[in-house]
């Protein structure tokens, strides 16, 4: 929705989805465009993706469309700079939105009170994320021999209890024909309204990796 007195911009996204997006950001460069977070709509124009990057890693959360209200169209950079304040008990969560500034605000309780936390919108260009996460159809290799840092995985979870998910799991590495040693680690997490995708790249497919595969089920173990 738009205020034509002041022309702002209200987004309804959970500030969960902005918290464990943060985990994703290249913190402590406030001029490089991958300490944001990117807010749009999906290409069908229902859902809210939060998306981040490190460039080591990736992370793209689905919001469900709000009842009964309809989503603005968007498509911003959020630059909190060194940090925003997202402490808290979490209800709800708006972006206010005018030109090239704007705060998140969020209830505390059920009473109204709340907080809010400043940023910048930012004009520049995001990485495609549409050409790197696995489709819903692909296929993982079976086994693989995978090593990355213990942090790495442990930003993975706390982005998936962020979002009301028990866990997050590993899917694997999508599958490729071609003579490669290295592909990305995926993984996955459903939460409250909230799903999640998450790459960590690369990962070294090294001396385990086997010739089958297994398709991609979903939520099943």
């Known amino acids: 929705m738009s205020d034509s007195e002041t022309d702002m911009l209200v987004v309804y996204v959970p500030v969960a989805a902005i918290r464990a997006a943060l985990r994703f950001t290249r913190r402590g460069m406030s001029s490089d465009v991958l300490h944001c977070v990117r807010v749009h709509c999906d290409t069908d124009g229902g859902a809210i993706m939060v998306e981040a ?28 700079g060194d940090g925003a304040r997202l402490n808290g008990k979490i209800h709800g969560g708006c972006l206010h939105i005018t030109g090239d500034h704007g705060y998140l605000s969020w209830a505390l309780d059920k009473h109204g009170d709340g907080m809010r936390t400043y940023f910048r919108a930012r004009d520049e260009k995001f990485p495609d994320f549409g050409k790197l996460l696995p489709s819903d159809d692909v296929v993982y290799d079976g086994a693989v021999g995978v090593a990355f840092g213990g942090r790495l995985i442990t930003d993975i979870y706390k982005a998936s209890l962020d979002i009301g998910a028990p866990y997050a799991r590993m899917l694997g590495v999508p599958h490729s024909d071609k003579d490669t040693e290295y592909g990305p680690m995926a993984f996955g997490a459903v939460g409250n309204d909230i799903s999640m995708r998450a790459l960590i790249m690369p990962a070294n497919y090294g001396s385990a990796r086997r010739s089958y595969r297994r398709a991609y089920v979903g939520d099943q173990a």
């Open 53 to 80: 990057t490190d460039s080591y890693r990736l992370i793209q959360l689905r919001v469900d469309p709000p009842r009964n209200n309809s989503q603005p169209k968007v498509d911003v950079l959020v630059d909190f």
